[in-house]
Each structure stands twice: as structure tokens, then as C-alpha cells.
């Protein structure tokens, strides 16, 4: 008998558990939809705070990326973010204060004139300063992460005057919680 009773609670626990691995994998499907939806109204509220003399905003992939031109934000030499760069950030902020169910990446960059230490410093000091504005404006602090790539991500030719003002840069990417878009 009480090899009977182990059995059967055996089978009773082995079915729990795989009906429950069945319940998690079901409730884990992330609604496609719902972080599409997001993220294309994401673009939309962020484009119409972000005009072509101040950067550029894409979706690109499960992301939204913006991209702020760093002459138009710092000016030479400084991490002090300008009075027309603030203004931006501010009303960004907003934006994304209200977009709680993402993470906010901002990454620095520079151009390749002068050492790659002092460049790295410098990046990490912007996006530092673009962050610690964020935070300001309404951003919680817990969702954003920042890091100074220096010269290291150049997306246009350093030897040409406008290749290096288009690497000088600040890039803000827009991540979704994606648990926090579960069906």
C-alpha cells in the first residue's frame, strides 16, 4: 500500500510539475504586438521632439535608437550639456518617464583627435551628464545605464572634418522590459 501511495504521489507531483513548466512557458510568451505597438509609439513621441538639426530616431529591431549630434549638445572640450541640448533632454525625459516599461541605454562617443584615454573620459563623461539629466527630469535612475565608448564606435571616417562631427555623438537606446509585456 504505501508503495502505491509513493507511486501515485510521484506521478501526482511529476504531472504538477510539468503542468506548471506548461502555465510559466504559456504565461513567458511575450505579446510581439504589444513591444511592437510600444516601441512604434516610442518613435513617434520621440520624433516629435527630436528634429533633423538635433539628431535622428529609429526602431531598430527591439530598440529605439536616437541619436544626438554631440556639437549640438557639448560644446568643444566640455561634458556640460548646452542650454539647447538641455531643453531637448528635458522634454526626452519627459518622454521617457512616461515609457516605465523600458530600459534607457546612453552611450558617449567622440572623434578620434586626441589620446583614447582622454576620448573614453570625455564620452563617459557626457553620457554621464546626459543621464544625470535624465534623472532630473523624471527618469528613474534604476533604468538607466550609461558608458563612454570614446573613439572606439566610429560610424563615420575620422580623417574627414565631417566624418568626425557625425562621430561625435550621444546615443540613447530604448530597450522594453520584455517581462513586462508577457500575455
Do not use: W
Amino acid at each position: 500500500m504505501k508503495v502505491l501511495l509513493v507511486f501515485l504521489f510521484s506521478l501526482f507531483v511529476v504531472g504538477c510539475a510539468s503542468t506548471s513548466e506548461e502555465v510559466v512557458t504559456k504565461a513567458k510568451t511575450v505579446s510581439k504586438e504589444k513591444v511592437s505597438a510600444f516601441l512604434d509609439q516610442s518613435v513617434h513621441d520621440v520624433q516629435a521632439v527630436i528634429g533633423s538639426d538635433v539628431g535622428t530616431v529609429m526602431r531598430k529591431g527591439d530598440q529605439v535608437l536616437i541619436t544626438l549630434k554631440g556639437d549640438q549638445s557639448f560644446n568643444h572640450d566640455s561634458a556640460i550639456v548646452r542650454a539647447e541640448g538641455e531643453m531637448v533632454l528635458k522634454q526626452l525625459a519627459g518622454i521617457l518617464a512616461e515609457a516605465p516599461d523600458s530600459r534607457i541605454f546612453i552611450g558617449g562617443h567622440t572623434d578620434s583627435v586626441g589620446s583614447e584615454e582622454y576620448n573614453r573620459a570625455l564620452s563617459t563623461k557626457r553620457a554621464t551628464s546626459v543621464s544625470d539629466l535624465m534623472t532630473t527630469y523624471g527618469v528613474d535612475s534604476k533604468r538607466v545605464g550609461v558608458f563612454g565608448f570614446g573613439e572606439s564606435a566610429p560610424i563615420a571616417d575620422n580623417k574627414k572634418a565631417a566624418g568626425r562631427q557625425d562621430n561625435r555623438r550621444i546615443e540613447i537606446r530604448l530597450t522594453p522590459i520584455f517581462d513586462n509585456f508577457l500575455e
